[in-house]
């Protein structure tokens, strides 16, 4: 079935639906029907993060580097 004839038979389902139905149905898309947005500042940061890191010009750890800071910091605090 090509998506043009479900999508007909889905507007006409939903059409002639009760409200439980279509209750059930918005639960279950509701999840796909929002997308992430990001603000063109959030998206500057992140590209302005990226060209940082393609250019060489930061520090990145691996994650057991990263798990390696963090337990010294929470000794260094503990102590």
């Known amino acids: 079935m090509m998506t043009v004839e479900i999508r007909q038979q889905l507007h006409q389902y939903i059409d002639a639906a ?10 279950v898309l509701q999840g796909n029907m929002q997308q992430q947005k990001f603000s063109p500042e959030d998206l500057k940061k992140f590209y302005d993060r990226r060209a940082e890191y393609l250019a060489g010009n930061t520090e ?20």
Do not use: G, L, P
């Open 18 to 27: 009760d409200d439980k139905n279509i209750e059930a149905i918005y639960m």
């Open 60 to 79: 990145t750890f691996t994650v057991e580097e990263a798990h390696k800071i963090i337990r010294q910091s929470r000794k260094n605090n503990e102590a």
